[in-house]
């Protein structure tokens, strides 16, 4: 049981600090410990949490509309490579974040791996209330948090190599083989894109229609059996009242135990080989951090295997 764990202290992808922090807040709560010796993970983590100060460009201007593109896409470019490492050795893959636009990191790096290593595709999970599919040009924001899926499908490119034209076939995610749970607040051109595409998506209202355990066969019934899997979890997929501290809460979300209920039944498929915890956000909220981080660490002890008896 062999876990590689890749902490990034980024904020860059959207405008509040603090998400940065999370990663050392989820550790401080004992979360490696319980994976070593609840979990009896065999660890490789550095021990550092990476900040990437050695990344940031002189000048970062805002291009295509996207918000500090320079310093996104170089250190997205570099947990790419991080994650790429201990993937491509068969080790699973836990990410901490920092805001979601390091998916773009992560999950271009086990696609890579996972074409390489067992000349599959791979399948993603995103699980978060926002749909994270703006391109640079339906972006309202412009902040990249709200884009890693539309780059990782390559529904958005650039040439450039400092404006994510790093990203190559080699990292791409198809539209069919991604899946998200949890969505309630998708702005009208990610809804257009997702229906112009036919990519599976299961918002709170399905979940309220057909209960989470028929989500749950419907979501793996659809990405198939024995595909390789990547859990991308952005902890506003709970409910507040279960993770108030991050960035952009939406009320009406998951309970902590539906949200827990997804990482169990993807853990069970036995297909896992990486995932993400995003968007925590310990200085937002501060009588409710504590009780986000526990929602966090729960979330990733589900999908690392931990079992209720
Ligand atoms: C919005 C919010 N769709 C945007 N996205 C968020 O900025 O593109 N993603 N909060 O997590
Ligand atoms: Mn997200
Ligand atoms: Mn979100």
Known sequence: NELGVVAVGFSGGQPKPGVDAAPMALIEAGLIQQLEQDLEFN?????????????????DP????????????????????????LSKSGKMVLTLGGDHSIAIGTISGTAKATRERLGRELAVIWV????????????????????????????????????????????????????????RDVDKGEKKILRDHGIKAFSMHDIDRHGIGKVMDMALGWIGRDTP??????????????????????????????????????????????LDLVEVNPSLDEVGAQDTVRSGCSIVRCALGDTLL
């Open 43 to 59: 660890v490789e983590f550095d021990g550092k949490m990476h900040t990437y100060g050695e990344l940031v460009p002189a000048d």
């Open 229 to 274: 899997i990547h859990l991308s979890f952005d902890i506003d997929a709970l409910d507040p009242m279960w993770a108030p501290s991050t960035g952009t809460a939406v009320r009406g979300g998951l309970t902590l135990r539906e949200g827990d209920f997804i990482a169990e039944c993807v853990a069970e498929t036995g297909s896992l080989i990486a």
């Open 62 to 85: 805002p291009y295509r509309n996207m918000k500090g593109p320079k310093f996104a896409s170089a250190v997205t470019k570099r947990v790419s490579e991080q994650v790429y490492n």
């Open 128 to 183: 978060d209330a926002h749909a994270d599919i703006n391109t640079p040009e339906t972006s309202d924001s412009g902040n990249i948090h709200g884009m890693p899926v539309s780059f990782l499908t390559r529904l958005a490119t650039d040439e450039n190599e400092e404006y994510f034209g790093w990203l190559k076939e080699e990292h791409k995610l198809s539209t069919n083989k991604l899946v998200y749970i949890g969505l």
